[in-house]
């Protein structure tokens, strides 16, 4: 199980609502896997789950660690979740800085590179106030990937990227995954990722069914 991702009949309500309804997964680890659905299927929700932001019923085990136990995480997570709110007021290094200063693992060589790798200038000087939805969604990305995670939970990874970035988008998964990293997209817009994905998964009123890749 340690070379694994497993979910045991994953369910989650919110005031009555049932938003994941007796998920069950095993995902090996190195795959990309997608996961489709509309805006309220529990796409989020489940990412959520599997970051251990949220607390269900069932069991959900990353890479051997048992995230029903009190106040448990992934080892080595990147994550993007709905909308990334970082500190408008500072440039895209400094918010890398504060970030990586949490766990003091990374220096700024690595964080130069992250933004470089998503097609951002590290010289850049703005705050990141001023920056197109387009850009910030890079600096998201730069911030899951800096600290090289063992898994990558990324929500809408694509939103507000023109073509080109998204085509870069596909080229960093494609490494990440060389290197070694379990990836999990959530998407609506399954023709940015599809062609990644080593399984995909459709996701409605909080289940959770495999598809057929296209």
């Given at each position: 199980?340690?070379?694994?991702?497993?979910?045991?009949?994953?369910?989650?309500?919110?005031?009555?609502?049932?938003?994941?309804?007796?998920?069950?997964?095993?995902?090996?680890?190195?795959?990309?896997?997608?996961?489709?659905?509309?805006?309220?299927?529990?796409?989020?929700?489940?990412?959520?789950?599997?970051?251990?932001?949220?607390?269900?019923?069932?069991?959900?085990?990353?890479?051997?660690?048992?995230?029903?136990?009190?106040?448990?995480f992934p080892d080595r997570l990147g994550l993007i979740i709905e909308k990334t709110e970082l500190w408008p007021q500072y440039s895209a290094m400094e918010n890398l800085k504060l970030l990586a200063g949490i766990?003091?693992?990374?220096?700024?060589?690595?964080?130069?590179?992250?933004?470089?790798?998503?097609?951002?200038?590290?010289?850049?000087?703005?705050?990141?106030?001023?920056?197109?939805?387009?850009?910030?969604?890079?600096?998201?990305?730069?911030?899951?990937?800096?600290?090289?995670?063992?898994?990558?939970?990324?929500?809408?990874?694509?939103?507000?990227?023109?073509?080109?970035?998204?085509?870069?988008?596909?080229?960093?998964?494609?490494?990440?995954?060389?290197?070694?990293?379990?990836?999990?997209?959530?998407?609506?817009?399954?023709?940015?990722?599809?062609?990644?994905?080593?399984?995909?998964?459709?996701?409605?009123?909080?289940?959770?069914?495999?598809?057929?890749?296209?």
């Open positions: 199980m340690n070379d694994k991702i497993i979910l045991k009949n994953v369910t989650k309500q919110i005031k009555g609502q049932e938003v994941l309804s007796r998920v069950n997964l095993e995902l090996d680890a190195g795959g990309i896997y997608g996961f489709f659905g509309r805006n309220g299927s529990g796409k989020t929700m489940l990412l959520r789950a599997i970051a251990g932001l949220i607390r269900v019923n069932g069991k959900i085990i990353v890479f051997g660690k048992d995230l029903s136990r009190e106040n448990a766990r003091n693992e990374i220096g700024e060589e690595e964080m130069r590179t992250a933004l470089e790798r998503v097609g951002l200038n590290p010289d850049d000087k703005r705050p990141i106030r001023t920056y197109s939805m387009g850009m910030r969604q890079k600096l998201a990305l730069a911030q899951a990937i800096m600290e090289s995670p063992q898994l990558l939970l990324l929500d809408e990874p694509t939103n507000g990227l023109d073509d080109d970035a998204v085509e870069l988008f596909r080229q960093i998964m494609r490494e990440e995954q060389q290197r070694g990293c379990t990836i999990l997209v959530a998407t609506h817009q399954g023709e940015d990722v599809a062609g990644l994905c080593s399984r995909v998964f459709r996701m409605a009123d909080g289940k959770c069914r495999e598809a057929e890749l296209s």
